[in-house]
């Protein structure tokens, strides 16, 4: 009995030790820790609670372990999605953006070549702002007022020598008669110079101690910026005086060979092609360049035939509406072109063919839009990289910032005024400029001379009555 009583007075103590170790260990409890024999009535309760417990336990912990391992994808599955509503956003936005630059720019392009001359300046004075910023620390800014606008001072003088410069070439005939015009014309250079000349002692003279690394910096980025862009941006401007053709054309061919390129590439594409943007390839590359040569030559058939078109500028006050006359360039009209013996069994045998000789300047401005112009988008992703941005601003929602969709344009332009001046402009002799150098280098009394001698000349060939020549030598003073 006294075993039996010490079993029985033992019991609640492993009971507790049982449930203790449940609840802490979570471990099982064996049926032979406690004697059958010696049981009370109690016993197999507390073993069954206890397995109860454990049971309880060991399911609650497998639950948390699963709903531990299921977050991570919960978490996932909800980025995903958010980045998906993101990229659907940025496609809605980059898509009526799109549409509204394509509405825009047909716009300016039918109200006429002033509107498109100022949509070009405001390129470059986007561009510029934009390429600027990337290097600009404003925290020095300022402790250094004068940095930034020591900036746009030389933006404005670079405008000013260059479109002033346009506006004398293009249009001697009204500069060089006027009166208060004629001393801006004939010392345009001269002043241009001079007002660099004030920029650039204004920044010597602002240079200070511990920010000399910052402000020469500046200065590089500044001159860099007006050669990459402004400069190349104004012979932009020079091709729109020859004809819309020759800066529409261009401008075209990039955007083309932009979009072709994505569509071969995701196409065809295996074969990385530079490693400045992993993304391009060659397949796209080539295929671009295929299909920038046959939209150039649809482009060539279709503007061709307009006249506002392909005639140099002659009045800024000109538009698609209210009509241009001119004698169009001799490139635009068909001629023969002897066929190389070698591709003349392509030919069925014939020595010659006709057709616009525009056409054979199209294919080669195709062939630098997509072989040449590409590397300008290449040096400004590299660029990018150097300051670590992904854009260069974002001034067009969803696309980021102008030089963003100008990288490639500049180069493009530039190239189309050297070609177009080498290749196709015809160098003869005109009015204005005998008359630009009669005015700048004939003294007053040679150009009197001058006007007597031709007025007497028009006389002879019954051209103008005699009663003129009188009249010039009465006014002479």
């Known amino acids: ?3 039996t009583n010490n079993n029985n007075n033992n019991i609640p103590n492993r009971q507790s030790t049982t449930a203790s170790s449940a609840q802490a260990a979570n471990a099982s409890v064996s049926e032979k820790s406690i004697p059958l024999e010696s049981s009370s009535s109690s016993s197999p309760q507390i073993n069954l609670q206890s397995k109860e417990s454990t049971i309880e336990l060991t399911e609650s912990n497998e639950l948390n372990q699963k709903n531990t391992q299921d977050a991570p994808d919960t978490i996932t599955i909800t980025v995903a999605a958010a980045e998906k509503e993101k990229k659907r956003q940025n496609f809605v936005v980059r898509t009526i953006w799109t549409i509204v630059m394509i509405a825009g720019f047909f716009l300016i392009l039918a109200a006429g070549h002033i509107w498109i001359i100022a949509l070009i300046v405001l390129i470059q004075v986007l561009t510029f702002k934009e390429v600027i910023n990337l290097a600009t620390e404003p925290s020095r800014e300022k402790k250094l007022p004068w940095v930034r606008s020591l900036n746009w001072y030389f933006l404005a003088t670079t405008i000013y020598f260059l479109e002033g410069e346009s506006v004398i070439y293009y249009f001697k005939h009204v500069v060089l008669v006027d009166a208060y015009l004629l001393p801006l014309a004939t010392h345009h250079r001269f002043f241009s110079y001079c007002l660099y000349i004030i920029g650039f002692i204004f920044f010597v003279s602002s240079l200070e101690k511990n920010h000399y690394r910052f402000q020469f910096t500046q200065f590089c980025i500044t001159h860099m910026t007006l050669l990459l862009v402004v400069i190349q941006a104004h012979f932009i401007v020079r091709n729109i005086f020859s004809g819309i053709f020759w800066f529409f054309v261009p401008a075209a061919l990039v955007i083309t060979n932009d979009i072709f ?13 530079i490693k400045i943007s992993p ?14 040569i046959f939209m150039g030559l649809i482009l060539v058939f279709i503007l061709g035939r307009f006249k506002y ?9 000109i538009n698609a509406f209210t009509g241009i006359d001119c004698t169009p360039n001799a490139v635009f009209f068909p001629s023969a072109h002897r066929i190389p013996s070698l591709f003349q069994p392509l030919f069925f045998g014939m020595d010659t063919v006709v057709f616009p000789t525009i056409y054979i300047h199209v294919t080669a401005l195709a062939t630098f839009a997509s072989l040449i112009a590409p590397f300008g988008g290449f040096f400004a992703s590299g660029l990018k990289r150097t300051f670590k941005v992904k854009d260069f601003g974002d001034t067009i929602p969803g696309h980021g910032g102008i030089t963003d969709r100008m990288d490639c344009q500049f180069l493009m332009g530039f190239f189309s005024y050297l ?3 080498t290749f ?7 009015i ?11 003294s007053h009394d040679q150009q009197t001379q001058l006007a007597l001698a031709l007025v007497r000349y028009l006389v002879s060939k019954n051209i103008l009555a005699e009663s003129a020549i009188a009249s010039i030598e009465n006014s002479v003073i």
């Not at 993304?279 to 920038?292: L, N, R, S």
């Not at 078109?309 to 006050?317: A, K, Q, T, V, Y």
């Open 424 to 430: 196709v402009a015809s160098h003869n002799v005109s």
């Open 1 to 3: 009995m006294s075993d």
């Open 309 to 317: 078109f392909i005639c140099p500028i002659s009045d800024l006050g």
């Open 279 to 292: 993304k391009k390839t060659v397949e796209g590359f080539i295929g671009a360049w295929i299909c920038t």
């Open 261 to 273: 390129a994505y569509l071969c590439g995701i196409t065809f594409g295996h074969t990385p092609l």
């Open 419 to 421: 070609y177009y001046d």
């Open 432 to 442: 204005t400029s005998l008359l630009q150098s009669a005015i700048v280098n004939l």
